[in-house]
Structure formats: structure tokens, C-alpha cells
């Protein structure tokens, strides 16, 4: 048996060859099957849902804007407060408008006593009639009588020219006094006080001064969360200029920017997942696809791409999707305007519409500016009432009844 250092020293290589091949051989395997795993996770699941992290909260943004200017001299909210719809929140100074409104005032009073004038002028032109109708029967009575004996010569012709001139002078009387009662029917037929001209001309500037008085005071047209504010007190505002800002917290809604890639099997009405960054992963939020946005981001950027030009460059673009959320979950959990979110999209069942095919949204409408042209009208009524010698109605509200007293003042009555 011969030893042969040579050989002995070769033996560890092949050894350590084939660790290696074994080595290599699992983690090829290990990746096969990590593949494979990935392919089915993939292709049974995975391949079902659409996810974005460029989504954010959007909402309404309702500005507060005068619809008359003036001077602010008073400001009842500030940014971060609750306000419910209808609160004071703005004062504009009111002597010039409160001046207009009491001018309007007295000539609605006035117009209101001119024509309960014409409709009993009625009464005394008619009577005037009846009694130039008298006058002209008894002037041809007084002329038959003496025609009847002037052959007699009991009296002469003289006498019988001045009947005859007696008459004529009646008739022209009574025409008189006729035309004069048509001319007054003429502005009282088919009328009555409340509904003449002359009164619903005065009601309508009295209406128009009472609007510019009462939208001194800027009330929320929504209850929300006052942001924006940029008014201070003492500066001169005109109509239209933003002031403040209003969000309604319990109606906002994500949009997130899909790829165009992503919207290819996404349908309104598929069920949505989402996470905000300010609570993170332990609050799970959601909702459904509610619509799809007409363009793409790009389209509507202040400045769109000129891709005709032809010096271009091709970028994938994102197409901005509404996302409806849950409202119980919004109380329990409230967003922000802005703020960011994580969204996924089940897009496994594609029943719905790729676009909205109703008009079946609910409009967004607020009601406080109504109760301004109701007490108006509470106003108007009032003082035409007053001055008509009719019942007086009550007010139905304390800004009406304030308003009405003022109406109400002797110089009125």
C-alpha cells in the first residue's frame, strides 16, 4: 500500500464541490417555489385589487361671501370652530341699510293710504253722478213745463233759453262727473289694496331694502368647521369677496389617482378598503367607487401638456377616482381635508357601469337665506295691514316681530 500525498490533498475539493451544488440546488428550489407561490397568490388573488397611496381626503369648501358691502364691525367665528347652519358669523354695518329700510317703509305706508283713497273715491264720484242725474232730470222737467205753456204766453222765450241752457249745463255736469268715476274705476278695477300696482311697486322696494338690511349679517350657509378665515374687523368689504370658509367634516369623500392600468377592470360600485396616514393601519375604512373623473389630472393642470407638438414624453397618466366612504365610520373616525390615504379596490365583480349613467347625486342645497325673503314678506304684510284698517298678523319669528315694530311706528300709522 503506497501513500501519495497528492491524492490525500485533492480529496476536500470535490467535497466542497458538491456543498456548494447542494447549496445552489436549494436556494434555486427555494426560489422556484417562492415564484410559483407568488404565481398563484398572484394569479388567485392578488390580481383582484387596484392599490394607491396617491389618494387624498377631498370635501366641500363652502365660502362665505357677502351679498352686499360694506363695513365689518363684528366677527362671531374663527378658524378650527364648530358653527351650525344659520349662526351669525360676519356683521357688516347696518345705518345706511337700516335708513334705506325705513325710507321703504313709509312709502309702502303711503302708497297703501293713496289707494285706499282711489277705492273710496269710488263711492263719492258715484254719489257725485247720482246727483248730476238729479240735476239733469230736474232741468228737463223745468224745461218741458215751460215749453209745454209757452204758447199761452205765460212765459217767454227768454226764459225757456235759459231751461234750455240749464239743461245743457247739467248734461255737461253729469258727463263730467262720469268720466271723473271712470278715470277712478279705471285705477281701482280688477284690483284690490294689497294687490295694486302702486302698493306692489312700494312692497318690492320695501323688499329689496329689507334683503340688503338683513344680509348684513353673514350666517353659515352649512354646519361645519370654519377654515380660511381672512376677514378682520374694520375692513371694507364688497359683494362677493371670500371671507371665510366653511367644511361640512361628515361629507367629504377620497380621490384617489389610479393609473390608467389600474381602472381597466374597475367598475362603479366595487367595494374599497382604505387606511389614513394620521390613524394608520389600525383603522380600516370603508367604502364603494362612486364615479370616475370626465379627464385625467394632466388634462385639467392649470397647464396641460401640448403633446401635438410632438416633443413629448410619454407618462403613464392617472385618472382621479371618487371614493364614497362610510359616514358611521367617519363620526367615529373624522378626516381632514387633504389628507393623505392608502386605497385598495375589490375589482373582482364587474357588474357595474364604467360611468355614471343617472343624474342621481343629492344636490347640495342650505336653506338659511330663505327665512330673509319669509320675514320680508311678514313685513310687507304687516304694514299694509296697519295701514289698510285690516287685522294686523303676527309675526312668525323674533326677526320678524322686531322688524314689524319697527314698521309699526307712529310716523307710519
Do not use: C
Not at 309702502?108 to 293710504?113: E, G, I, K, P
Not at 224745461?143 to 209745454?148: D, G, I, K, P
Not at 280688477?190 to 302698493?199: C, L, Y
Amino acid at each position: 500500500m503506497s501513500n501519495n500525498p497528492q491524492s490525500a490533498s485533492q480529496n476536500p475539493a470535490p467535497a466542497a464541490d458538491n456543498k456548494r451544488k447542494r447549496l445552489l440546488t436549494t436556494l434555486t428550489a427555494a426560489i422556484v417555489v417562492a415564484g410559483v407561490g407568488y404565481g398563484l397568490y398572484w394569479g388567485l388573488y392578488a390580481r383582484h385589487f387596484e392599490s394607491t397611496d396617491d389618494a387624498y381626503v377631498a370635501g366641500n369648501v363652502v365660502q362665505v361671501t357677502p351679498l352686499v358691502g360694506g363695513t365689518v364691525v363684528s366677527i362671531a367665528a374663527d378658524d378650527t370652530q364648530l358653527v351650525t347652519a344659520g349662526q351669525p358669523l360676519i356683521q357688516l354695518d347696518r345705518a345706511d341699510s337700516q335708513v334705506a329700510m325705513e325710507q321703504a317703509e313709509a312709502q309702502l305706508a303711503q302708497a297703501v293710504r293713496e289707494v285706499r283713497t282711489l277705492y273710496v273715491n269710488n263711492g263719492s264720484l258715484a254719489a257725485n253722478v247720482a246727483l248730476r242725474d238729479a240735476d239733469v232730470a230736474k232741468a228737463r222737467d223745468d224745461l218741458r213745463r215751460r215749453q209745454a205753456i209757452a204758447g199761452s204766453g205765460a212765459v217767454s222765450n227768454e226764459e225757456i233759453a235759459h231751461a234750455q241752457t240749464s239743461l245743457k249745463a247739467a248734461e255737461s255736469a253729469l258727463l263730467a262727473a262720469k268720466e271723473q268715476l271712470a278715470s277712478n274705476q279705471a285705477l281701482t278695477d280688477q284690483t284690490t289694496v294689497e294687490k295694486h300696482p302702486n302698493v306692489q311697486r312700494a312692497a318690492a322696494n320695501l323688499r329689496s331694502a329689507y334683503l340688503a338690511f338683513a344680509r348684513s349679517t353673514l350666517p353659515a350657509p352649512v354646519t361645519g368647521y370654519v377654515a380660511k378665515r381672512s376677514v378682520q374687523v374694520g375692513q371694507r368689504v364688497s359683494a362677493g369677496t371670500p371671507l371665510m370658509a366653511v367644511v361640512p367634516l361628515e361629507q367629504v369623500w377620497v380621490d384617489a389617482n389610479f393609473k390608467e392600468v389600474q381602472i381597466t377592470h374597475m367598475r362603479i360600485g366595487q367595494p374599497v378598503e382604505l387606511e389614513a396616514d394620521v390613524y394608520g393601519s389600525k383603522v380600516k375604512y370603508t367604502g364603494h367607487v362612486e364615479g370616475f373623473s370626465a379627464g385625467t389630472g394632466a388634462a385639467f393642470s392649470l397647464l396641460p401638456a401640448q403633446n401635438a407638438t410632438g416633443n413629448w414624453i410619454k407618462v403613464v397618466q392617472r385618472l382621479p377616482v371618487r371614493i364614497a366612504l362610510d359616514p358611521q365610520q367617519l363620526k367615529e373616525h373624522p378626516l381632514r381635508v387633504g389628507l393623505s390615504m392608502n386605497v385598495t379596490v375589490d375589482v373582482r365583480k364587474e357588474e357595474g357601469a364604467a360611468l355614471i349613467t343617472a343624474t342621481t347625486a343629492k344636490p347640495l342645497q342650505t336653506d338659511v337665506y330663505d327665512k330673509v325673503a319669509q320675514d320680508a314678506d311678514e313685513l310687507i304684510a304687516r304694514i299694509i295691514a296697519v295701514n289698510n284698517g285690516g287685522r294686523v298678523p303676527a309675526p312668525s319669528s323674533p326677526g320678524a316681530a322686531s322688524a314689524a315694530r319697527a314698521a309699526a311706528k307712529p310716523a307710519n300709522t
